[in-house]
């Protein structure tokens, strides 16, 4: 199985936070060469945006953080491709506007993935497995 994660499930992986749901840790930990987890490139300009307007706080230099963040082979950095993108503008409008989860969303569509997530508008919305 592949697993999408959100911005958030990333930051709280990485700075090892509670929040984390069981079966979402027991999907981190299952990753592996072979099965890595997906993080798409919009997650890391969202983590460098909150970095910069002082709303998150990490415990490494921002680059260093990222680069470990996205370090293979445990974790596979996905673009914006042009499935993707057609992917977005066939989302509903009654999805909300926000564009990062506009581009997650699509991403795990595109990918067959499922999203970690613990977005309420995102599960309820139906659009893409969710754990």
């Known amino acids: 199985m592949t697993f999408l994660l959100d911005t958030h499930i990333i930051v709280w992986w990485f700075e090892q936070s509670p929040r984390l749901l069981p079966a979402q840790k027991e999907a981190l930990e299952s990753a592996d060469a072979a099965s890595p987890l997906v993080i798409s490139d919009i997650s890391l300009w969202e ?12 415990r490494l230099p921002l680059r260093d953080w990222l680069e470990r963040a996205v370090a293979p082979p445990l974790v596979r950095r996905i673009g914006i491709s042009p499935a993707i993108a057609a992917e977005v503008a066939s989302l509903p409008d ?25 977005d309420r ?6 659009l893409t497995p969710t754990l």
Not at 47 to 58: D, Y
Not at 94 to 118: E, K, M, N, Q, Y
């Open 121 to 126: 508008r995102i599960i309820e919305s139906g």
């Open 47 to 58: 983590i460098s945006t909150l970095t910069s307007l002082g709303r998150l706080r990490l």
């Open 94 to 118: 009654s999805f909300h506007r926000d564009p990062a989860d506009r581009i997650l969303v699509a991403t795990s569509r595109v990918l067959g993935a499922t999203l970690l997530t613990l």
